[in-house]
């Protein structure tokens, strides 16, 4: 059974970091595409922030280029983290994170970003 777990959100104020973690459990290497995270904002649909394809190629979108980025664990591989620097107000949102195993799409909670003023 695939289990997807996020942790790192929190309250900060625009400019601040945060590092997002995300830990998927029974999954295999062999067999996992992408890891990734998506941001569902209050009142908008959900969009893809950050991802990383066969452990090696990220891509991100463009409101998030330059400030956010994506890694892998080695040691254990099956860890997602999301470095978040110079935060905006607009970055606030529920991020969930995202393992694509097999062709299905497995999901997590989700963890809460907040930035204020």
């Known amino acids: 059974q695939v289990q997807v777990a996020e942790s790192g959100g929190g309250a900060v104020q625009t400019g601040g970091s945060l590092r997002l973690s995300c830990v998927a459990s029974?999954?295999?290497?062999?067999?996992?595409?992408?890891m990734g995270w998506y941001r569902q904002a209050p009142g908008k649909q959900r969009d893809l922030v950050a991802r990383?394809?066969?452990?090696?190629?990220?891509?991100y979108a463009d409101s998030v280029k330059g400030r956010f980025t994506i890694s892998r664990g080695v040691a254990p591989w099956n860890t997602v983290y999301l470095y978040m620097n110079s935060l905006k107000e607009e970055d606030t949102g529920i991020y969930l994170c995202?393992?694509?195993?097999?062709?299905?799409?497995?999901w997590g909670q989700g963890t809460q970003v907040t930035v204020s003023a």
């Open positions: 029974g999954v295999n290497i062999f067999s996992t595409k992408e």
């Open positions: 990383i394809i066969n452990g090696r190629a990220t891509n």
């Open positions: 995202y393992v694509q195993m097999g062709g299905n799409d497995y």
